[in-house]
């Protein structure tokens, strides 16, 4: 008979969990078990910060579109809403793989009555794809992916044309990297490229082609042309003949960021983000045949009747008038990105902001085109603000004026998206902090009860703090952590949490001359001060090490990095290991540029450079060194698992983590050592299902075994290690964050 126990480890997930706001879960040593005991709520829509979305109505009479953000796994979804029901539903959760992720662009409903669309990042090439969406079997189908000379990250929506095909645009790629035209034939998926754009005839487009009752294509770039502040263009689909029409300039408006709308008459209408008398930005009428170009109304945002910055396009309502909405409010005095909705009479010529958004209560920064729906509203979104940072989807009655907040999108009262690790106090408890959510959108201080899996609120952090690190308990029962942002400077802060008491305190307010905007967290050294590095600022700009007296409050740039002799910007955090020395890692800098392994001795405040990365040992490290009970140092790359013999000064590289990445690829987080002496890592992409690993390392044997393909279905990305003696952290948003170990928590015997 012998008995064995299996250990339980804790962490937290950024994204995942039953809402796409990450979760607190346990896992089993041999990765077998995954189990979230705490999801972060979302309350609203799960769908977030939505830019140029246009939605559209389908002829099922329900309101279709995407969102930028938000959804299962932070990529972005598609929704639908039902005007009879008020009732919005998920439809399709981007995994940010090679389904696509990040749509811009608007949804259309072709003739075969499937939905397309386009999204901006994502695909095979990571470079966008389009897709269809089928509303009657939910189902949805990536159909092509961009790339290179066939176009790149397109930010704009598809038309479908007479002739059945859809036409779309990209905003970078084909063989000027300026942009192409392209068609799309439903019936034979075929793609084909049209037309390369070029700077001499325009370049970066972001919105949507319109088909004129001529039959030609129109559209807008923001860019190129003769003045180099874009161009209205005509596209022949009979003749394959591009003409460029019109040139933007300051006076007249430029930069546009929407397309063009065609009244019966013949005549087009847009706008421009900015230019004009006032840089806000013009509402413009153009005659095609004479190619005349007129400014109608010059958006002027110190006024409080006006409003500024119009983000994307116009629509002819059945009212005859032109509808349209502003990034910025006149009521503002231009100082605040809130919006408008206005109104232009094409009879009269008469301008009239109709609506103004307030923030909180409405939304901000409503970056989308407005839908008239079957019903006569106006239906529309808003990228930030609500009760959360990331935005509303509202209605608007052009007949009564009167708006109506459908919903909320993404809230996280009680925090979420945590980008750090817990912690186990010695209260038992668990504490964490999240980087988002909280009354003042800026995360929040939370404890967790391993025990009764009871989560609470304890601190709604300062405006702009954002912390990315994990707390730290001292050796007088406080916590301390940082924030990237906040502080009396806005570039970051030390502040302190009594367990006792519930009390939080700023201790330090960093500025960027001794060091600011630290993303990872703190360690106390063996002479009971705090250590830490920052990200940016210092000497050099590049980022510092700092010391912080507890007794004292004081706060020490101890030492700067400087890109060419040490390295640059360190993400991760120092560890100290039993020679008494602090180890870490910068992410840039080095001879090689690609990051740097140094030494840190807090007696004499020396920095020694030990190792450049850039070479086969791997290249660009974001986390953290540990070290193992062998005395060895280890640690992970973007690329490989390696070792460091601080006596023989020697790295050797372990394991490679290859682009096919059948045991995974693209490493962000830290190691941890378990009880069984084996290392555990993880990887934020490759494996069976293209969403990551859980592997160790056995240091004894020198043997690597992949233990998890993790699954975008089973929500498990965006997840990994922590322990509670020595606080590691991950820094990408993609990957595979800590666990805290947790005592022995079941017992076999055999």
Request: charged share 10%; hydrophobic share 35%.
């Amino acid at each position: 008979m012998k008995s064995y126990s299996q250990t339980t480890l804790w962490s937290m997930n950024q994204g995942g969990g039953t809402s796409g706001a990450g979760a607190i879960f346990k896992i089993s040593e041999d990765g077998s078990a995954l189990i979230n005991e705490y999801n972060f709520p979302v309350t609203g829509f799960n769908g977030a910060s939505p830019e140029t979305n246009t939605q559209c109505q389908a002829t099922n009479g329900k309101i279709y579109g995407t969102m930028t953000a938000g959804g299962l796994y932070g990529f972005g979804l598609i929704y639908s809403y039902d005007i009879t029901t008020s009732t919005f539903t998920a439809l399709y959760h981007f995994t940010g793989l090679i389904d696509g992720s990040v749509p811009k662009g608007s949804l259309m409903q072709a003739s075969n009555g499937l939905l397309y669309g386009m999204t901006m990042d994502g695909g095979t090439n990571s470079q966008g794809v389009i897709f269809s969406f089928d509303i009657t079997s939910s189902t949805y189908a990536k159909l092509f992916d961009f790339g290179s000379t066939n176009g790149t990250y397109p930010e704009g929506g598809l038309i479908q044309a007479s002739n059945g095909l859809l036409y779309g645009m990209t905003r970078l790629g084909g063989t000027s990297n300026v942009g192409v035209l392209f068609s799309y034939d439903i019936s034979t998926s075929t793609f084909t490229k049209l037309l390369n754009l070029t700077s001499a005839n325009g370049s970066l487009t972001f919105g949507n082609l319109k088909q004129s009752i001529n039959g030609k294509l129109y559209g807008m770039t923001s860019s190129g042309g003769a003045n180099n502040q874009g161009a209205i263009f005509s596209y022949d689909i009979l003749t394959s003949t591009y003409s460029k029409r019109f040139d933007f300039s300051i006076a007249n408006g430029y930069f546009p960021k929407g397309g063009l709308v065609e009244t019966t008459s013949g005549l087009f209408y847009g706008l421009t983000t900015n230019g004009g008398a006032t840089q806000d930005g013009v509402l413009f009428s153009f005659v095609d045949a004479t190619q005349t170009y007129t400014k109608l109304h010059e958006f002027n945002n110190s006024l409080s009747t006006d409003g500024g910055a119009p983000f994307n396009s116009l629509i002819v309502a059945s009212d005859g008038k032109l509808y349209g909405t502003t990034t910025q409010d006149g009521a503002s005095g231009g100082s605040f990105t809130v919006g408008t909705i206005f109104s232009y009479t094409i009879n009269t010529s008469t301008f009239a902001k109709v609506y103004n958004f307030i923030g909180a209560t409405t939304g901000r920064n409503p970056q989308t085109a407005l839908l008239q729906a079957s019903n006569g509203k106006f239906y529309g979104l808003c990228k930030d603000n609500g009760n959360g940072p990331f935005g509303t989807a509202y209605s608007f009655d052009p007949s009564t004026s009167t708006f109506v907040k459908l919903t909320d999108l993404f809230v996280l009262s009680n925090g979420g998206k945590p980008k750090g690790a817990i912690i186990k106090a010695s209260n038992g408890l668990f504490y964490g902090l999240t980087k988002s959510g909280g009354a003042n959108f800026s995360g929040v201080l939370f404890s967790f009860n391993p025990s009764t899996y009871t989560y609470t609120k304890l601190i709604d952090l300062p405006a702009n703090a954002n912390p990315e690190g994990a707390l730290v308990q001292a050796s007088n029962g406080k916590l301390y952590g940082m924030t990237v942002g906040g502080g009396s400077s806005g570039l970051g802060s030390i502040f302190s949490y009594d367990i006792g008491t519930n009390t939080y305190t700023v201790v330090a307010n960093l500025v960027n001359a001794t060091g600011r905007s630290p993303s990872g967290s703190l360690i106390q050294g063996s002479d009971g001060n705090l250590y830490g590095m920052t990200t940016y600022g210092g000497a050099n700009s590049v980022g510092a090490i700092f010391k912080f007296v507890i007794s004292t409050s004081t706060y020490t740039n101890v030492a700067d990095f400087n890109s060419a002799v040490n390295g640059a910007s360190p993400y991760g955090s120092l560890m100290q290991a039993s020679n008494g020395l602090m180890y870490g890692m910068t992410t840039s800098g080095g001879s090689l540029t690609y990051g740097t392994l140094f030494e840190f001795n807090p007696t004499s405040s020396a920095l020694t450079k030990l190792f450049d990365f850039g070479g086969l040992e791997g290249v660009t490290p974001w986390g953290n060194v540990m070290q193992a009970s062998n005395g060895k140092l280890y640690g992970l790359t973007l690329t490989s698992l390696f070792s460091y013999d601080p006596t023989l000064n020697s790295l050797v590289k372990l394991h490679t983590f290859g682009q096919t990445g059948t045991t995974g690829k693209f490493l962000y987080g830290n190691l941890f050592q378990s009880a069984n002496g084996k290392l555990y890592g993880a990887t934020r992409e490759g494996g069976l299902f293209g969403c990551g690993t859980i592997f160790n390392y056995d240091i004894n044997t020198s043997t690597f075994a992949n233990l998890h393909d993790l699954n975008a279905l089973k929500q498990q990305m965006h997840i990994f290690l922590h322990s509670l003696k020595q606080v590691q952290r991950s820094q990408s948003d993609q990957s595979l964050h800590h666990f805290a170990q947790e005592a022995p928590s079941v017992s076999l015997s055999m």
